[in-house]
Structure formats: C-alpha cells, structure tokens
C-alpha cells in the first residue's frame, strides 16, 4: 500500500502551521528527519509512506493521486469543528468556494475522479488552532494536539 500524507498551513501564522508539526512527528515515528521549519514545499519518502508539506492545495496535485491507495490531508482548523482532533473519511465531492484561492480535499479528490476515474482512500485530519498572531511557534492547546494526530494518522494508514 502506498500512501501520500499532506500536510498545509501557514507555519508563519502560529497554529496554522500544526500540520507542518504533525508531519515532523510522522517522520519521527517513521524513523526518519525533516527540518524544524519547511521550504514553501518540503517532500520525504519514507518507505511506501511520501510526506508532503505544501502551503496551500493546489489543483495540480490531484493528478498524483493516481500513485497511491491512500491520502492523508493535515490541516487546522478554528473551532468551527466539535472535536478539537477532528478525523473524517472524504468523498470525492466538489465543494466550491467563495474564495479564489481555496481548494478543499474533497475537490482535490473530485478532481482525481474526474482525470482518472478512480480515488484513494482519503482521510482528513483537522486539529484546533486556537491562536493565530505571527510567529513559528504552536500554541500549548495546539502543541498537546500533534503527538495524538500522528498516532492517529498511522493507526489509519495500518
């Protein structure tokens, strides 16, 4: 089973970045080393598992999707969702947005459908931001939240 684990956010905007963190604690239980802080994008392979930091999703990653069973999308979120670690099986289902710059998983997904007629298994992984000034570093409530995204995370990739 090959699987693709994204993670985007803002490191520079406080707990936007957690999903950055979550994916060093990846390759920390993997065995393996990124970074303290990402290029705009930062990739690692570790065995069958490719991490992959990016700013923002863009449309032309959908087109990879065709390489792995499973996806895994890393993100913050700010409270609009009950659990502060939010875990959530997607569809590939197109969601439109009022903003020009926003892509969701799920269109990511749709997109996949659309240019190969099939999608991995995906998984969305939220966690609660709750503090966005500028700077590098997590919040506590943020930070407590990362070791239990990675655990969940591998226990979903098996």
Known sequence: M?????????????????????????????GA???LSPAEECEKEIGNIHLRYMLQLIPEIADDFQHYDRVVFIDAHTGNVKDDLHLENLPATYQPSPLTHHLTPSSCLAIAE??????????LVSVRGYEFGFSSTLSE?????????ARAILEWLG
Do not use: K, S
């Not at 957690?18 to 239980?29: G, M």
């Not at 659309?114 to 999608?119: E, I, M, N, P, S």
């Open 114 to 123: 659309a240019l190969h007629h099939t999608t991995p298994q995906a998984l």
């Open 2 to 30: 090959r699987a693709l684990v994204i993670a985007y956010g803002n490191t520079d905007r406080q707990d936007d970045g957690v999903a950055w963190h979550i994916l060093r604690e990846l390759a920390q239980q993997l």
């Open 141 to 149: 409530n943020c930070a407590r939240l990362v070791p239990p995204a």
């Open 33 to 35: 080393f990124l970074p």
